[in-house]
């Protein structure tokens, strides 16, 4: 029978902090064969305050390990969100740019260094070391910028309630100097936060690079968007001062309703982008039904910028555990005929699916659990789009406006590829992937997930699927959605 209780189980294979409130992803950087997660937390309760940056650490991007906080909110001033850069000399320094949030209500940037390989920390007595003196200065974000001819430091600020992106410069991580403004652009009504800057090569030329702008955008004053707070990015060129976009425009970077503040890896291996974000909406993330733990990190994602329907796009790939994961998963021939075909799943699960929308025409994919919730995904060759409902009682029960549609491209007019990552409560799509990609909280309850799959003429889908378990030594290296 199902209920409409909508308490949520906790995800196995993302990251979740053992108890207590978390949201964005804080000085990302691998060093030391470990990739560092910082994030915002309260180490005190489930709710959004005493911000703080939590710290876990993975060899992997697949077992995380949750360790003390890092940086401590302290009376008068709280711990925002900043960035993490290792140093370039070859040491074991971090160096941790974080935005001090005081009770007055100014905003300003603040320093911090790690000898031990990012484990402790020591706050500079000058804090904070870049003053406005405005009410909305943060999430400083610092990269590595070099032409070839000079490297620098650069340091991605914003001034959230008037659209801009502040760019300085340093050449020893101490000094800033102002470089140049961009924005604002696009709609009003929302504060920018949490920028990056990466570079990508076109459709892998490493002589036809762009520079891809980050930006997480979230509805303020007295009648904000219903749909909440989203990510968009820009493509355009960077000359080390100043960003000047291809077009004046902000693309979605995710389609779904609960990826936001995602930032890249300092240092990674290869010069990879990869990025990973915070799984929920600043609309009902204070009203999310999960104990004793509120937030989570999506999947990894490693970035890069292919030329889609004639313009440079941001591609999400997923980790490559992911493949990994597949490649040892159950695959099926599904043949579809008039009446949908029936799939189980423990619901924390990596699904694959491969089809040829000529043959099948219509797809739908109908997600069903204990709970009285539901999560449909429907393909439209035609319109060259797919669709992902999430409603019910039990989705209604979590906020009014949780319930709702997403929309992504999936053309109709080739093969196509779809890979979904369900892990409890967190649902990634990947469309190819990631051309396209749409994160959304769900609530199907814990006790397994059943697929209805249908298409509108009879044909046949590749399937292929993966159980994750459990981890059953919660002493060892695990995902810390699993550990306490």
């Known amino acids: 029978m199902r209920t409409t209780n909508a308490d949520v189980p906790r995800p196995r294979f993302h990251f979740t902090p053992r108890r207590h409130w978390m949201n964005d992803p804080n000085g990302l950087v691998h060093h030391g064969g470990l990739w560092h997660l910082y994030f915002q937390h309260n180490p005190e309760g489930p709710d959004w305050g005493n911000m703080s940056w939590g710290h876990a650490t993975s060899p992997d991007l697949e077992h995380w390990t949750e360790h003390p906080v890092a940086l401590r909110h302290r009376v008068g001033e709280q711990i925002f969100s900043g960035s993490v850069v290792a140093s370039r000399q070859g040491d074991d320094v971090l160096t941790a740019y974080y935005t001090s949030a005081y009770d007055d209500g100014r905003q300003a940037q603040s320093r911090a260094t790690s ?6 920390w020591l706050t500079d007595p000058g804090n904070p070391v870049l003053d406005r003196g405005t009410t909305a200065f943060r999430d400083p974000k610092v990269i590595r910028h070099d032409d070839g001819h000079t ?14 992106v502040r760019l300085y410069s340093s050449d020893d991580l101490l000094s800033w100097e102002h470089l140049s403004t961009f924005g604002p652009l696009g709609a009003s009504g929302v504060v920018w936060e949490c920028p990056d800057l990466v570079r990508l090569p076109l459709d892998g030329d490493d002589d036809d690079p762009r520079w891809v702008l980050l930006l997480s955008t979230n509805p303020v004053g007295e009648d904000p968007d219903p749909s909440g707070s989203s990510m968009h990015y820009v493509v355009g060129h960077f000359d080390g001062t100043s960003f000047v976009p291809d077009s004046p425009e902000l693309r979605p970077l995710d389609h779904g309703r609960d990826y936001y503040a995602a930032v890249t890896f300092d240092d990674a ?10 799984m929920s909406n600043w609309r009902y993330a204070h009203r999310f039904p999960s104990t004793p733990w509120r937030g989570a990190m999506s999947l990894p994602r490693v970035l890069a910028l292919r030329t889609v329907q004639g313009r440079p796009t941001l591609v999400q790939a997923p980790p490559a555990f992911v493949r990994e994961l597949l490649e040892h998963g159950s695959a099926a021939e599904v043949a579809v005929g008039d009446a949908p075909a029936l799939l189980s799943f423990s619901g924390h699960t990596l699904v694959e699916l491969r089809w040829d929308p000529s043959t099948t025409g219509a797809l739908d994919l109908r997600l069903r659990g204990e709970a009285d919730s539901f999560v449909d995904l429907a393909h439209e060759p035609r319109a060259g789009t797919l669709r992902i409902t999430r409603g019910g009682r039990a989705a209604e029960s979590v906020h009014r ?7 992504l491209p999936l053309p109709g007019d080739r093969a196509a590829r779809l890979l979904l990552s369900l892990d409890g409560p967190l649902l990634e799509v990947f469309v190819h992937d990631g051309e396209a990609t749409a994160s959304n909280l769900v ?22 699927a993966v159980d994750i ?8 290296p ?3 959605a699993a550990v306490g």
Request: aromatic share 6%.
């Open 115 to 120: 000898h031990d390989g990012g484990f402790t």
């Open 469 to 476: 378990d459990a981890p059953v030594d919660l002493d060892a």
């Open 478 to 480: 695990a995902p810390a």
């Open 269 to 278: 291996p290869s010069g990879e982008a990869v990025t990973i974000g915070w």
């Open 401 to 407: 406006d949780f319930p709702s549609t997403s929309t």
């Open 443 to 464: 609530v199907l309850g814990a006790e397994g997930v059943t697929a209805s799959l249908g298409t509108a003429r009879r044909g046949t889908v590749h399937v292929t």
């Open 151 to 164: 490297a620098r430091w650069v340091m991605l600020t914003v001034e959230a309630d008037d659209r801009q």
